[in-house]
């Protein structure tokens, strides 16, 4: 299994090539993709060192899948490229989350829509990836009508700029901005850029992209995304109406038994998910499961998730780990 990781120098790269190791996927052969200012450059992967490549080398070299995480604009211009020569293409940027032609999957919702004939899989945002791991097993059982949510995303979901930016602050240290503010004791409910109808772009994809994921237009999402000071992961409090009843134990037995899902859930003992605690771990964790008073069929919930692992490097990983047990790469 010949596996190319495109941006594998970045923070979500890096954590690729960490999280391939850590689940022993099949790797015989690594090739590291990054910008012309990084070939040439060495990598370490399971204890071996492994030069990094230019993108044209990678796809001379035919391997079976490469894992996009390296932006937008380079996914445009270089995914069709790889898809062309046969290379099976997952691609961490928003680049074809909303093409028509192409899937948006995260594999515990909807690994069932992939074909062998996929050659450019789209992950989706991370904010949405945890979200949908909650919503489907409920929306299969009481059927979702409308959801709130607000976000609190870790600044690791900018990138190692804003990480830098966090950290100079905390030391009191001059630095590079990665934000128009401060971010260490702040707040920032602006994420991507604005849009006309005064939401963020980031916003608009969580709305978007749960309808594809999910399959289900009905489905009413209204979002507010903010950037707060934590490293760990994004933690979102979602608001959940239903077009049927529900019980609240039944909700919290569906959760536990949700593949991919942890429940943190007794008030009682202070157990409840926090960005600390779900830090490096592949798991979307859930609590502070209850009933919204203000209306009927409606609930409240607190979702927290390693962005940089479930959000990204995992999600596209174990859509791998699917195409490769269906023997489509």
Not at 18 to 26: K, T
Not at 148 to 161: D, E, I, L, N
Not at 188 to 216: A, Q, R
């Amino acid at each position: 299994m010949k596996v190319a990781v495109v941006g594998a120098t970045g923070l979500v790269g890096t954590k690729i090539l960490q999280v391939l190791a850590e689940r022993n996927f099949p790797v015989t052969e690594l090739l590291p993709v990054a910008s012309e200012k990084s070939i040439g450059k060495k990598i370490s992967f399971k204890g071996e060192a492994f030069t990094v490549v230019s993108m044209q080398d990678a796809i001379d070299a035919k391997p079976n899948v490469a894992i996009f995480s390296a932006g937008g604009g380079t996914s445009l211009e270089w995914a069709p490229k790889f898809a062309e020569a046969g290379i099976t293409v997952i691609d961490n940027s928003s680049a074809w989350r909303m093409d028509p032609d192409k899937k948006l999957v995260v594999p515990e919702v909807n690994a069932h829509v992939l074909t062998a004939n996929d050659k450019i899989i789209a992950n989706p945002n991370c904010s949405t990836i945890q979200l949908m791991v909650i919503l489907k097993p409920l929306h299969d059982k009481y059927r979702i009508k409308r959801v709130v949510v607000s976000t609190y995303q870790s600044v690791t979901g900018t990138g190692v700029k804003a990480v830098d930016q966090l950290m100079n602050e905390r030391k009191g240290v001059s630095g590079e901005m990665a934000y128009k503010y401060p971010i260490d004791l702040n707040a920032i409910p602006h994420i991507d850029v604005f849009l006309e109808n005064g939401y963020t772009k980031e916003e608009m994809k969580m709305t978007n992209e749960t309808k594809k994921i999910m399959g289900d237009d009905s489905i009413a999402l209204t979002a507010t995304c903010v950037r707060i000071p934590t490293i760990g992961g994004h933690s979102e409090s979602v608001n959940i109406e239903f077009a049927n009843d529900f019980d609240l134990q039944e909700v919290k037995n569906i959760l536990s038994n949700a593949h991919g899902v942890v429940l943190q859930d007794d008030v009682n003992q202070f157990v409840y998910p926090m960005p600390l605690t779900a830090h490096d771990k592949d798991d979307t964790f859930v609590g502070r499961i209850r009933r919204d008073e203000t209306q009927p069929n409606t609930m409240n919930c607190w979702v927290v998730s390693d962005n940089l692992r479930k959000g990204a490097a995992t999600n596209a990983i174990q859509i791998a780990e699917y195409l490769l047990s269906k023997k489509y790469i």
